[in-house]
């Protein structure tokens, strides 16, 4: 297991347990890469990003499974065909972040190998640049696969959600995210 640094110390060591935890929501989302520096490496790798209604139409057909191929009676059996259904796939946004962030972990290390080698001078930095370049590029293409994972991991979550608790379920939209805004902001205040 590697170890780093804390941000500004010597001395202080961090393990990293997220590379060895359980794959669950929290953890994929604490994983997940950040959407603007997924946004800023795809402009920078010219990668495609996914569409943005990737996580809706994810939503949609996992809703549409749980209303054709799982026991509408509430009860453990439909509870652990809803585990069943969300495990799988947020346990792939997990290994798909996991392997983006080793992946960025050794492009670091290749930068301060680099670094080293121009320091003491020689010909063979070329071969290094190069190499850098290309685990760069594959570092990126990680990332975005960790980010299409995570996207997909929360459209199933977010149908999985309303199954459990029993909501039916309704597309996402702007407006939608907008009135359940307001409408929490107005619960937030009429409890003050």
């Not at 520096?37 to 499974?65: G, I, K, N, Q, T």
């Not at 459209?155 to 309704?170: H, I, K, N, Q, Y």
């Amino acid at each position: 297991m590697a170890t780093e640094l804390l941000p500004g110390t010597r001395n202080v060591f961090r393990f990293p347990t997220e590379e060895r935890a359980r794959p669950t929501l929290d953890l994929m989302r604490a994983l997940a890469p950040d959407l603007r520096s997924v946004d800023m490496l795809a402009a920078a790798y010219a990668l495609e990003l996914p569409d943005a209604d990737f996580r809706d139409r994810v939503d949609a057909e996992a809703a549409e499974h749980i209303v054709n191929g799982i026991d509408p009676r509430p009860g453990p059996e439909r509870a652990a065909q809803l585990r069943a259904l969300l495990a799988p796939v947020v346990a792939a946004a997990v290994d798909a972040a996991r392997a983006s962030r080793r992946a960025w972990g050794v492009i670091g290390e290749g930068r301060r190998r680099l670094a080293g080698a121009r320091a003491e001078g020689g010909d063979w930095t070329a071969a290094l640049e190069a190499r850098l370049q290309a685990q760069e590029l594959q570092a990126a293409e990680l990332t975005m696969e960790a980010h299409l994972r995570a996207e997909e991991a929360e459209g199933v979550a977010r149908a999985v959600g309303l199954a459990r608790s029993g909501e039916p379920w309704s597309p996402r939209g702007p407006h939608a995210d907008m009135e359940a805004l307001l409408l929490a902001e107005t619960a937030a205040r009429a409890t003050m």
